[in-house]
């Protein structure tokens, strides 16, 4: 006889998530996602397209309007009144601004102890760790004597770095990881962080307005629109053939080294209407280069296109298509 087939939950589940900031800025709508543990996900999307608020539900930061996140299959709010330091060990966010508002007048040293302190963890294992931690991310110990404004760019990325990493978390919500940094450190952070995907067994949701990183992190993409995923596949097959004119006319300005991959840039018109009154049917509609009837009514659903791919278009490129547009 064989096992029963036992389903494991997703650690991160959006089902049917919407936000809506002071009763009428609808920035998620409807969102549905999920990844599985160990998974590095992508997030792309103009701005105002609602990255950062998503991330900020998923850190429980906001609480979604309607439907729900789980996160190993239980209720985020649940887990949050059950266990919410607990929670906010096991997901930590990366943002670039956390090397700036690293306190001045705090030594590296007592910055990275300061969320073992916060959390309540032992303090020597917790310093044995910082230790073994602070090597793997190749500062000198003598870094910790140092303020931040002595160490550089890329060493302070690599502090806010170990302070999540000494709380051991399992989720790590990267938000633009290598923004501010010069092409050659962010090439190196980049490493770094795929390295510590594998070491630390973490998860990753990666954000950011720089298509290349995404391509160079991430196994899947979500491409969100006005609060909406318009498509997500593995990030192999969305850069090379996307199938939504969105996703499409914003991969076109990433500048490929491949000349046989290289696409004409889509020019979309306008701007990202406002969330507080979205266009009818289709959100994209307003702007998309092959606009047909049913798009100014109809709404498309977030259709599966298989191989993993889920669209929310009434007319998907082709990979021919794509390459031709
Ligand atoms: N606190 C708030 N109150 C009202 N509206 C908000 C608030 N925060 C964000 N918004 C609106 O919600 C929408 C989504 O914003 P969000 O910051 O999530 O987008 P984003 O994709 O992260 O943009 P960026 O890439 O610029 O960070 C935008 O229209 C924004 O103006």
């Avoid at 630390?200 to 290349?212: D, G, I, M, P, R």
Wanted: net charge positive; charged share 25%.
């Amino acid at each position: 006889m064989s096992a029963p087939v036992v389903e494991r939950a997703p650690l991160i589940a959006f089902d049917d998530v919407s936000l809506v900031y002071g009763g009428k800025v609808r920035a998620l709508d409807g969102v549905s996602f999920a990844i599985g543990s160990g998974e590095v996900v992508g997030l792309v999307g103009e701005s105002g397209s609602g990255k950062t608020t998503l991330c900020r539900v998923l850190m429980g930061l906001l609480p979604a309007s309607s439907g729900r996140v789980t996160i190993a299959g239980e209720p985020l709010a649940v887990r949050l009144a059950r266990d919410p330091l607990g929670f906010r060990r096991q997901a930590q966010m990366l943002k670039q601004e956390a090397v700036a508002s690293l306190s001045p007048r705090m030594r590296i040293l007592a910055l990275a102890e300061e969320p073992l302190k916060i959390h309540g963890m032992p303090m020597a294992e917790g310093r044995a760790r910082l230790l073994r931690i602070l090597k793997r991310l190749g500062l000198p110990e003598a870094t910790l004597d140092k303020f931040p404004h002595q160490v550089s760019g890329g060493q302070a990325r690599r502090v806010a770095i170990l302070r999540a990493l000494v709380l051991e978390p399992q989720i790590i919500v990267a938000d633009e990881p290598t923004a501010g940094l010069d092409v050659s450190v962010q090439g190196d952070l980049l490493n770094l962080m795929r390295d510590l995907h594998e070491e630390f067994a973490l998860t990753y949701l990666v954000v950011s307005h720089n298509l290349n990183v995404v391509r160079r992190l991430t196994g899947r993409t979500i491409v969100m629109y006005l609060g909406q995923i318009v498509e997500e596949a593995p990030t192999r097959a969305l850069f090379e053939a996307p199938a939504h004119p969105y996703a499409a006319a914003l991969l076109s300005t990433n500048p490929s080294v491949d000349p046989a991959r290289r696409r004409e840039r889509i020019i979309l018109k306008g701007e990202i209407p406002s969330p507080i009154n979205p266009p009818s049917g289709c959100r994209f509609h307003t702007r998309c280069p092959q606009v047909e009837e049913r798009c100014r009514i109809e709404m498309p659903e977030l259709r599966e296109l298989g191989s993993g791919r889920r669209v929310r278009c009434h007319f998907p490129l082709t990979k021919t298509a794509a390459h031709t547009a």
